[in-house]
T-cell receptor, first 113, second 116 residues
Framework: DTGVSQNPRHKITKRGQNVTFRCDPI?????LYWYRQTLGQGPEFLTY????????KSRLLSDRFSAERPKGSFSTLEIQRTEQGDSAMYLC???????????FGDGTRLSIL | AQTVTQSQPEMSVQEAETVTLSCTYD???????LFWYKQPPSRQMILVIR??????QNATENRFSVNFQKAAKSFSLKISDSQLGDAAMYFC?????????????FGGGTRVLVKP
């Protein structure tokens, strides 16, 4: 069990640019989640995959956001035309099925200049 | 929609003493899970303890225990014999037990400071 891995750890970009984050879940976990955490707040749910199927998306996930999980393994989260309000920590978590708890990665901190 | 509220932004405790963190939640569901997660500064979120709503017995994990009051929709965390390594943000979280309800809903967090 190598844990959930997220890359990069920190991304600095100019407003209007596109960014992509990657999450590698724990290998035997078929469920993968993305959350966003702003400074001093609790994480907020963005989207959820079971294997390669994206089963739920939050209304926080505007049309500038897209997430994929090809082949049910790693996942990517892309933000197009970044805005100042996108500055946050983006957390990925994975779990087995059923009632198993979610395990989190270290997160990717996005800073918009 | 479910909501989770943590009313204490920050709690301070002396090393070796006990501190209790409060959490209340709002739901119309009868079956769900509750969690406490710990997030040290610049480090990943770690599961501390979890409680299934159908279990009346309060969960315990070493120095960590919960007081689950289902009727009152309250889920407090007690940290006994506090250690310096317990200093972190603590988040209470709710998860539906329904098949489609896999997401976690988090409270705003409580920062725990441990004084040596």
């Amino acid at each position: 069990d190598t844990g959930v891995s997220q890359n990069p750890r920190h991304k600095i970009t100019k407003r209007g640019q596109n960014v992509t984050f990657r999450c590698d879940p724990i290998s035997e976990h078929n469920r993968l989640y993305w959350y966003r955490q702003t400074l001093g707040q609790g994480p907020e749910f963005l989207t959820y995959f079971q294997n390669e199927a994206q089963l739920e998306k939050s209304r926080l996930l505007s049309d500038r956001f897209s997430a994929e999980r090809p082949k049910g393994s790693f996942s990517t989260l892309e933000i197009q035309r970044t805005e100042q309000g996108d500055s946050a920590m983006y957390l990925c978590a994975s779990s087995r099925g059923g009632a198993q708890p979610q395990h989190f990665g270290d997160g990717t901190r996005l800073s918009i200049l | 929609a479910q909501t989770v509220t943590q009313s204490q932004p920050e709690m301070s405790v002396q090393e070796a003493e006990t501190v209790t963190l409060s959490c209340t939640y709002d739901t119309s569901e009868s079956d769900y899970y509750l969690f406490w997660y710990k997030q040290p500064p610049s480090r990943q979120m770690i599961l501390v303890i979890r409680q299934e709503a159908y279990k009346q017995q309060n969960a315990t994990e070493n120095r960590f225990s919960v007081n689950f009051q289902k009727a009152a929709k309250s889920f407090s965390l007690k940290i006994s014999d506090s250690q310096l390594g317990d200093a972190a943000m603590y988040f209470c979280a709710y998860r539906s037990a329904q098949a489609a309800g896999n997401k976690l809903t988090f409270g705003g967090g409580t920062r725990v400071l441990v004084k040596p």
